[in-house]
């Protein structure tokens, strides 16, 4: 994919977002001001859209370190970015809505493990391989 591929394509999304969150904010303050649920639709999908932000931020930033070059080290950064921020909005779904029972702790703990092994083949699996291109 061209770099203008990827900004073109990072662009649409954002649109899309902006332009179906906004529907969907009219609807919501037309139909029932008083329950913002379009709120929960704007923080979960701005989600995704910040996280595409940031991969394409990471990919162009110009720094020659290797945590920019490295393309399993930036995903790494992107999946570490989408997993505070998810966790952090389920933490405050739980706490307002069913407060007597954290189960944000499932998900917290569970997907921490899966980001944990993700780092690991990021940061220390094959560490030559991912310089030369040669798969581990």
Do not use: C
């Not at 969907?24 to 932000?53: C, D, E, K, M, T």
């Amino acid at each position: 994919m061209s770099r203008d591929d990827a900004t073109r394509g990072f662009l649409i999304h954002l649109g899309v977002y902006v332009l179906v969150v906004g529907l969907l904010a009219a609807l919501n303050l037309y139909r029932n001001p008083s329950n913002l649920w379009f709120v929960w639709v704007l923080l979960g999908w701005g989600i995704g859209v910040a996280a595409h932000g940031l991969a394409l931020l990471l990919q162009r930033s110009g720094w020659r370190d290797e945590i920019f070059t490295d393309r399993r080290k930036r995903s790494f950064l992107v999946h570490l970015f989408v997993y505070v921020a998810v966790n952090a909005l389920l933490i405050v779904v739980n706490l307002l809505y069913s407060p007597g029972y954290y189960w944000f702790l499932f998900l917290l703990i569970g997907w921490g493990v899966l980001l944990a092994a993700h780092a690991y083949a990021a940061f220390f699996r094959g560490r030559g391989a991912a310089r030369t291109g040669v798969a581990s």
